[in-house]
């Protein structure tokens, strides 16, 4: 895939707003040490954190997804290697991992980065495909966007992992609307782990003890 292009210097069209409809769940899974609705402040370093982290801390940011399939792809697919043609995923992995199911309380307003969407804000779709490697140019993405969309709470694209399914992040500065259905559940908990096992399995991934 080609090197992920800067962002240009204005908005090149009319960005798009999606609307995500109060009482939608969302599937988030995250590392223990936060709370369910708890937004992650770390200001990443290039080889570590997610795509559309903040660059210098003027926000943190919570990362979930449309169904629990994509979450777990998008958790823990990166953290796969490749033996005998198969991938496999450390157990070690799941450790410290929990799963938080999430409710919109409010409409949310997303900035669409699939489709036609991509087109408008000038970036193709290496924005939302690129590996991890091309993360550091992808927040700086996020930056100039929010600073483009003011209306924007966060942004909406579909799961490189598993195009079915639809990833978001969230803004803490301004999404306040999201809150947790029940409690947090421990992905290396006997009840859990076999259906994130299941889960990986749909996607040709073993876990390896």
Same mark, same amino acid.
């Given at each position: 895939?080609?090197? =992920? ?5 204005? *908005? ?34 290039? +080889? ?11 926000? %943190?940011? =919570?990362?979930?997804?449309?169904? /629990? ?13 490749? %033996?005998?043609?198969?991938? *496999? ?8 991992? +929990? ?13 669409? /980065? ?12 290496? /924005? ?8 550091? +140019?992808?927040? =700086?993405?996020?930056?100039? /966007? ?38 947090? +559940? ?13 889960? =990986? ?9």
């Amino acid at each position: 895939m080609a090197p =992920l292009i800067l962002p240009p210097s204005d *908005l090149p069209g009319r960005a798009r707003l999606e609307i995500v409809r109060p009482g939608t769940l969302l599937q988030r899974i995250h590392l223990a040490r936060f709370g369910s609705t708890e937004f992650n402040p770390t200001v990443p370093s290039a +080889v570590s954190g997610g795509r559309f982290d903040t660059t210098d801390g003027r926000y %943190a940011y =919570l990362y979930a997804a449309s169904h /629990l399939e994509a979450a777990v792809a998008e958790a823990f697919l990166p953290a796969t290697s490749m %033996a005998l043609g198969k991938a *496999l995923l450390p157990k070690r992995a799941l450790q410290g991992r +929990v799963l938080s199911i999430l409710r919109t309380t409010e409409e949310v307003a997303l900035l669409s /980065l699939h489709g036609s969407g991509l087109a408008m804000v000038g970036a193709d779709q290496n /924005l939302t495909m690129c590996d991890a490697d091309g993360y550091p +140019v992808s927040r =700086l993405w996020a930056g100039e /966007l929010r600073e483009w969309v003011h209306d924007a709470q966060g942004f909406v694209w579909r799961s490189r992992r598993d195009n079915d399914h639809f990833c978001y992040v969230f803004f803490s500065d301004r999404c306040h609307s999201l809150e947790a259905v029940g409690d947090p +559940v421990d992905l290396d908990d006997p009840t859990w782990t076999p259906v994130v096992l299941s889960i =990986l399995r749909s996607y040709n991934v073993s876990v390896d003890a």
